[in-house]
């Protein structure tokens, strides 16, 4: 359960904040394990803009910023914690 915010600051600049909550997984298949809830928040922010004949987006994300400790029950390794808090800068271009 959760929501999302997208925001267009203006032509060029896009935001977005995303929280969510996933719940204590009991009721799992035979082979799933049982993990515990978890609260995760994301934020990315983009630039888009044109450079002579090349398109570029520059964007930064920040993911699981409250640093939860998370398990997936449906993964074939559901004691293996996932990424803790992360940041990816990058550049796409089309040309």
Known sequence: MGTRLK????????????YYRVFKQDNISKFEQ???GY???NMTLAY????SHTEY????????LLDQKVYAHETFLPYIPQIGRNFSLGLNLNF
């Open 57 to 64: 987006d520059l964007f930064f994300k920040a993911n699981n």
């Open 34 to 36: 049982v993990t515990s």
């Open 48 to 51: 888009k803009n044109k450079l």
């Open 39 to 41: 609260n995760m928040l």
């Open 7 to 18: 925001a267009d600051f203006d032509e060029s600049l896009k935001g977005e904040i995303e």
